[in-house]
């Protein structure tokens, strides 16, 4: 009886020191990068009632807080221009250092296999890329895959500092868009966050809540089959992978998802809820640049993938602070995973670049249909980004109209003042224009910067 009694009062007295101790979730660690110039929340939890100090060496100053009846504690600290490296200082009846902190830019990176690819599964150029991966002002924090039927509040991880080996297992599209930030930030550090599923939909990306309480979402959610691969029910990547860093300061997010939302007539709808509702958990409006999934052979039906590469192109409209990259010329109809990732990271900078840190004035959008007008049997359509607007092989098959029977027909397409005509013999009213409209098939009109246009369809 002695014996039990003293094994109840020594668990009493490590778990009241383990509840004393300050502790942070593992996305606050050594090495990690904050985001510049901005007010950054640091959370963690402590005993009830017990005060946190909190000394950032950047500025020296003192930050205190005590933490709740539910033992949680928050502060926000402000962040300074690029730097580091520097240090942390947490203390409450313990104290908890973090060091080689660096300030810059920091970049969630998400979505499914094609964000989550790396040089270790062979990509173009990879093996070269990694040997000159050295660099320790770029940093990775890599989310391992879970879920969870509940929002969790820590997930497992830490920082580390570019490397060939660290490099070679991190997301490729992440790190050739922090490599091509580097060239114009030049001395401002990029912190890339990845966290990504293969064979995953975008429906559990976000809460089950945001699915459920849409009658559209959650009637296109239950045409979700279960795959051996990977969950399909909603939220259960959210709650596990992506709630647990809701808070930390962005920059903004990279998504390369879609293909297992191929068959989907909504796809513009899921995404711009996801969208939606993780700028109101972060309560911030940060950007959010996609890629356009690939043209790939899909199944029996001639048209699933190009109508979820037809809803990214819409939802440019829907969203605001959203930007799209099309890939359609370096990809590769055979493969679901192109194995081009350094171009699909350098166009997702260019946009970044030229949007937000303004520092690249080039044309980094590929032409975009803006509007058609009708005369007679003739359609005129005319593109954003449309500047030296040509086709690859000096005509173009790819565009087609249909009158108010609405069968499409090809149609003989020609270039002026960067405005494609159409005409059909088949067509002598048309009423739609649609361009390539096709699973596999792989734009032939670019603009003067070499980027390929999206298919579209007109409404």
């Known amino acids: 009886m002695k014996n039990n009694i003293f094994k109840f009062v020594f668990f009493l007295l490590i778990s009241s020191t383990m509840m004393a101790n300050v502790s942070l979730p593992n996305i606050f660690g050594d ?9 950054v929340k640091i959370w963690g939890w402590a005993n009830p009632k017990e005060e946190i100090k909190l000394v950032s060496s950047w500025n020296n100053q003192e930050y205190k807080t005590v933490a709740s009846n539910q033992a949680k504690w928050e502060l926000t600290i402000k962040t300074p221009e690029a730097g580091g490296p520097f240090t942390i200082s947490i203390k409450g009846y313990n104290e908890v250092v973090l060091k080689n902190i660096l300030i810059g830019e920091v970049w969630l990176c998400s979505g499914q296999s094609n964000m989550e690819m790396s040089v270790s599964w062979g990509i173009d150029e990879g093996e070269e890329e990694a040997k000159n991966a050295t660099n320790p002002n770029i940093r990775f924090f890599t989310v391992p895959k879970l879920t969870a039927e509940n929002p969790q509040n820590n997930l497992l991880g830490n920082w580390t500092e570019s490397t060939p080996e660290t490099m070679k297992y991190f997301s490729a599209v992440g790190y050739f868009f922090a490599k091509r930030l580097r060239e114009d930030l030049k001395n401002v550090p990029i912190g890339l966050i990845s966290s990504n599923w293969g064979g995953t939909p975008a429906e559990i990306w976000m809460s089950s809540e945001v699915v459920n309480n849409d009658p559209v979402l959650l009637e296109n959610a239950k045409k979700l089959n279960e795959q051996e691969y990977g969950p399909r029910q909603p939220g259960r990547a959210y709650n596990a992978m992506i709630y647990p860093i809701i808070g930390f300061k962005i920059a903004g997010t990279l998504w390369y998802q879609g293909e297992s939302n191929v068959g989907s007539l909504v796809y513009d709808k899921t995404l711009g809820a996801l969208i939606t509702s993780w700028r109101k958990e972060w309560k911030d409006e940060f950007p959010f640049y996609y890629v356009q999934i690939a043209p790939f052979k899909t ?28 890939i359609s010329d370096i990809s590769d109809t055979i493969d679901i995973h192109p194995k081009n990732k350094k171009s699909v990271g350098i166009r997702l900078a260019n946009l970044a670049l030229a949007e937000i840190y303004k520092t690249n004035s080039n044309l980094v959008n ?69 361009f390539a409209w096709g699973n596999t098939t792989q734009s032939d009109l670019f603009n003067k910067a070499n980027l390929p246009a999206s298919c579209f369809m007109t409404e």
Do not use: C
Not at 391 to 396: A, E, G, L, Q, T
């Open 31 to 39: 090495n990690m990068v904050l985001q510049r110039n901005s007010e």
């Open 299 to 326: 199944g029996s039906n001639n048209f699933s993938n190009v109508t979820v590469r037809d809803s990214q192109r819409k939802l440019l409209k829907e969203v605001p602070k959203t930007g799209m990259v099309v």
């Open 366 to 434: 590929g032409p975009l249909f803006k509007t058609f007008k009708i005369d007679k049997n003739k359609a005129t359509v005319s593109f954003d980004y449309a500047d030296g607007l040509y086709f690859k092989d000096k005509k173009s098959n790819q565009f087609e109209v249909a009158g108010t029977d609405g069968v499409f027909y090809p149609a003989e397409a020609s270039i002026k003042n960067n405005e494609v005509i159409l005409t059909s013999k088949k067509v002598i009213s048309p009423t739609k224009v649609r």
